[in-house]
Every structure is written in C-alpha cells, then in structure tokens.
C-alpha cells in the first residue's frame, strides 16, 4: 500500500492564483483530513470529511474548499491564493470516526504565495 | 479557552539516557490522547494512543502516562538514541469521542551521541 499520497510536493503560487492540492490514500478510510501547520505552530484542522459526498469545516475552512467523491480522493482547492495562506498541507485519513484511531498522514505539499 | 500546551523549547538529553516530553491540557475532557513523531520535512507518524481509562501504556522503548485530574500526558523514551531526534506532537480529542483531534504545537527532542 502506498498509504496518503500527495501532489505536488512544492508549490509556488502568485496572490490571486487558484490550485488544487491533491490527496490520495489506498487503505479505505472513510475519514479523510486536511491540515496546514505553519513554522513553530500545531496543525491546525482545515476541513474534514467522514465519507464521500460528505465534507465539514474544521478550524480554519477560511480561503478554501473541499470536495469527496469518491472513498480515495480528497482534493483541496484554493481559490484566491493570500500570503496567509503559504503553509505546509498535510492530508490525512483514519478507519473510524473516533478518536481511537490513529490518523495516517501524507507527506506534505510545501505552498508559498508571493 | 481550549489549550493543549506543550514545552516549546527543544529537549537536549545524552545517548542511552531517559527523555521526558510534557502535554498539559484545559477545558477539555479528551476520551483518548495520542502522540506522534514528526521529522523535518515529512508528515507525523502515529506512536501512541492511551484512553482516559489507563493511566500508562507502553511500546518498545516508549511509554506513555494520562493523568486526567492533572490534566496532563506525560511521554518517555527510554534508552534513548540520536536516532531518537525529532519532534513530538500530542493530540487529543476536542470533545469526547469524536473524530477530529487538537494537536499541541510539539516539542523538538534533541539525543546527542
């Protein structure tokens, strides 16, 4: 199993530019994350999503969108690319929804906006 | 407010001795607690996961305590190695139960040779 994968590993965007990081893991997960963790900060919860066609805001869901339609694939898309949102975003998912279950992570995708 | 507070300043401790990493939490009442390494540059690895109703649990070299009156985790390594380096993350449950976790902001641990 390849685990979460994600694309690209580094981005570098102009404000007011628009992309889409992409996530994808092979183990089934119904639960599926988005996190973004700035130098010296905890990660901090984007959106979530507890089964295809179903995505909730988490933290900080300002700047960004969601979708998940299919069990493997949960893309994040931002829209209007800010300073603020230059970070390190990381994806991942869990078997269950509780908090029993260990999260699985991806390794990283590296977005700098000037 | 919510906190999960752990030391910010990085751990510096000798090859083959015993680290000691702190989580203290307020206002929350977490069912479980878990813990995850992370290395530069790559996503945190899940290591541990204690629920309310344990007070220790141990993996290998590791082991970890919840003490729900102090509101605090405490993670050991013992014997530890340079190997060893690398930042700790707690996470925990923002309310009992559910999926989502809070991480702390993670405490570097440093094992000199």
């Known amino acids: 199993n390849a685990g979460v994968t994600q694309t690209p590993k580094f981005r570098i965007l102009k404000i007011g530019q628009s992309m889409t990081l992409q996530c994808t893991q092979d183990m089934n997960h119904n639960y599926m994350y988005w996190y973004r963790q700035d130098p010296g900060m905890g990660l901090k919860l984007i959106y979530y999503s507890v089964g295809a066609g179903i995505t909730d805001k988490g933290e900080v869901p300002n700047g960004y969108n969601v979708s998940r339609s299919t069990t493997e694939d949960f893309p994040l898309r931002l829209e209007l690319a800010a300073p603020s949102q230059t970070s390190v975003y990381f994806c991942a998912s869990s078997y269950s929804g509780t908090s029993a279950n260990e999260q699985f992570f991806g390794p990283g995708t590296r977005l700098t906006v000037l | 407010s919510q906190k999960i507070e752990q030391n910010s300043e990085a751990l510096n401790i000798q090859e083959g001795k015993t680290a000691t990493l702190t989580c203290n939490y307020t206002?929350?009442?977490?069912?479980?607690l878990q813990w995850y390494r992370q290395d530069p540059g790559r996503g945190p690895v899940f290591l541990l996961l204690?629920?309310?109703?344990?007070k220790e649990k141990r993996k290998e070299r590791l082991k970890v305590t919840f003490d729900t009156t102090l509101k605090q985790s405490l993670f050991h390594i013992t014997a530890s190695q340079p190997a060893d380096s690398a930042t700790y993350l707690c996470?925990?449950?923002?309310?009992?139960?559910?999926?989502?976790?809070?991480f702390g902001k993670g405490t570097m641990l440093l094992v000199s040779p």
């Open positions: 204690i629920r309310e109703n344990e």
């Open positions: 996470a925990l449950d923002p309310s009992s139960g559910y999926s989502t976790l809070t």
């Open positions: 206002n929350y009442s977490p069912a479980y």
